[in-house]
């Protein structure tokens, strides 16, 4: 079972840059999709972007070109750079793997970290 650990989130201006980093222990790194998922108050998670162990990233449409995801397997770590940032990215971003196993997915989550896009 993969452990996450996510970092980098903080307090930012509008306009801003962020890069978020998402450490990954306890598993073979390179079988897990990996992906960055968002939840602001009062809102359901949602989507930000995913990569696939071969380094294919898919992003939600809203997000296409200020956002940037990638991984570096030989340090078990996924990022998110984060540009141009708005107060409406202001939310609780998390870290997810995703294994498949025959017909089952495994989805292991992160604890979060906090960004808060403010003036």
């Known amino acids: 079972q993969v452990q996450l650990v996510e970092s980098g989130g903080g307090l930012v201006q509008p306009g801003g840059s962020l890069r978020l980093s998402c450490a990954a222990s306890?598993?073979?790194?390179?079988?897990?999709?990996m992906g960055w998922y968002r939840q602001a108050p009062g809102k359901q998670r949602e989507l930000v972007a995913t990569?696939?162990?071969?380094?294919?990233?898919a992003y939600a449409d809203s997000l296409k070109g200020r956002f940037t995801i990638s991984r570096d397997n030989a340090k078990n770590t996924v990022y998110l750079q984060m540009n141009s940032l708005k107060p409406e990215d202001t939310a609780v971003y998390f870290c997810?793997?995703?294994?498949?196993?025959?017909?089952?997915?495994?989805?292991?989550w992160g604890q979060g970290t906090q960004v808060t896009v403010s003036s």
């Open positions: 990569i696939s162990s071969g380094g294919s990233a």
């Open positions: 997810n793997a995703k294994r498949v196993v025959g017909s089952t997915s495994l989805y292991y």
């Open positions: 306890g598993s073979i790194f390179t079988i897990y999709a």
